[in-house]
């Protein structure tokens, strides 16, 4: 079992960063494939970028350059660095979990923060 809290969204102008952060309990974490989806209002949840237990990234076209995930295995912690945001990219960040790195489908993970609110105004 794994229990996830995200941190960090708020609301910044285009062009600014964020940093979300995602807490992971567990002492197996490191094993863990772990990623970031995002969901905004009246779309379907889609992926964002995923770091396997070797630390290997993968990111959705879309935010290659912009984004960067990465993870702190001492301190249980996944990272997600935003940069140049853009108005499109405000929707609920979510952190997931999965003991394998599949795909990006939702039922690829288990495991599943409440997510954190990031909000780019023009």
């Known amino acids: 079992q794994v229990q996830l809290v995200e941190s960090g969204g708020g609301s910044v102008q285009a062009g600014g960063s964020l940093r979300l952060s995602c807490a992971a309990s567990?002492?197996?974490?490191?094993?863990?494939?772990m990623a970031w989806f995002r969901q905004a209002p009246g779309k379907e949840r889609e992926g964002v970028a995923s770091i396997d237990r070797d630390g290997n990234t993968n990111y959705r076209d879309s935010m290659k350059g912009r984004f960067t995930i990465s993870k702190d295995n001492a301190k249980n912690t996944l990272y997600l660095q935003m940069n140049s945001l853009k108005p499109e990219d405000t929707a609920m960040y979510y952190c997931a979990a999965e003991t394998g790195c599949v795909g990006w489908a939702i039922h690829d993970f288990r495991w599943w923060g409440q997510g954190t609110q990031v909000t780019v105004s023009l």
């Open positions: 567990g002492h197996t974490y490191r094993r863990y494939c």
